[in-house]
């Protein structure tokens, strides 16, 4: 077979066809349908922005030019829109047990905020003495290392604390008992190194969360923990692993249930020493 032959000529020739008909085609207009649908995104982005626009008119009460500012606006909490809206969306109910159930929310919420933990406090007074300030101003009592005598507040909510820091001030036993505890306010009771007794006994706000909290707030020394008539069940006591040092276990009847019997022998396998004895054994004395 004879191979057609390519000179330098025909070769030429070839190479400027070709560029020619590159140049024909860069240089033909887009397809429609794309020249159509890219105006359309735009458009449809024109729009969006516009109504993005429209959509910040509105400014809160209180921000726009002519409101009237009152002295109670430093109180003003931002972060409870979402209160107000739930309860915008619900029927206005007026009966004495809603506005009790709301008024009793409302203290709830007033005193989980005051029992949040405040840094400030902690750097001046150290974790001992913040601790007993906090307790002994909610009527709880606090028996200081070395001293015989527990410390309460008197009838008018006063006591005889240092304001800052002193190092002779360890606290040895705490009682919470009868208190209204949230779970913000066991933050305030960590890190306390000396601490060997700690009641919570009829602490109605104390649950299971609450214990799983104290359990790991670095009690190095803890021996006696009372958690009797309180809200925990058998599923708090499975936290108490992380204090080895535990020796007596203060609970409402440890065979209340099967499951809560259970429960309590395998945390006695965990801590040999430990020991689970019923509230009535001790209270009632």
């Not at 085609?25 to 020249?35: A, F, N």
């Not at 458009?43 to 409101?67: C, H, N, S, T, V």
């Amino acid at each position: 077979m004879l191979r057609p032959v390519i000179n330098k000529t025909n070769r030429q020739i070839c190479l400027s066809i070709i560029s020619t008909r590159l140049q024909h085609l860069s240089s033909e207009p887009k397809p429609r349908e794309e020249g159509s649908k890219s105006s359309a995104l735009e458009r449809i982005r024109e729009e969006l922005k516009a109504d993005k626009q429209r959509l910040q008119w509105r400014k809160p009460i209180g921000e726009r030019p002519g409101d009237w500012h009152s002295k109670l606006k430093a109180f003003e909490n931002s972060e409870q829109t979402s209160d107000y809206i739930i309860m915008m969306q619900k029927p206005i109910n007026l009966s004495p047990s809603a506005i009790k159930e709301w008024w009793r929310k409302r203290n709830e919420r007033v005193e989980k905020h005051m029992q949040q933990f405040i840094q400030e406090r902690h750097e001046i007074l150290g974790p001992e003495l913040a601790a007993a300030h906090f307790l002994l101003y909610r009527g709880g009592a606090v028996k200081f290392l070395h001293e015989r005598n527990w410390l309460r507040a008197n009838e008018d909510g006063e006591f005889n604390l240092p304001n800052k820091y002193h190092p002779a001030f360890k606290v040895e036993a705490l009682r919470c008992d009868n208190m209204v505890l949230y779970y913000e306010g066991l933050e305030n009771l960590f890190n306390l190194q000396e601490l060997k007794f700690l009641s919570f006994h009829n602490v109605q706000t104390f649950d299971d969360w609450c214990l799983d909290r104290v359990s790991g707030s670095g009690y190095p020394k803890l021996e006696v923990l009372d958690i009797s008539s309180t809200s925990c069940s058998v599923n708090g006591l499975s936290c108490l692993y992380r204090i080895p040092t535990l020796k007596l276990l203060v609970v409402n009847d440890p065979k209340e249930s099967l499951e809560y019997e259970l429960a309590c022998s395998m945390l006695q396998e965990v801590i040999p020493n430990l020991k689970i004895v019923n509230a009535a054994s001790i209270h009632d004395l």
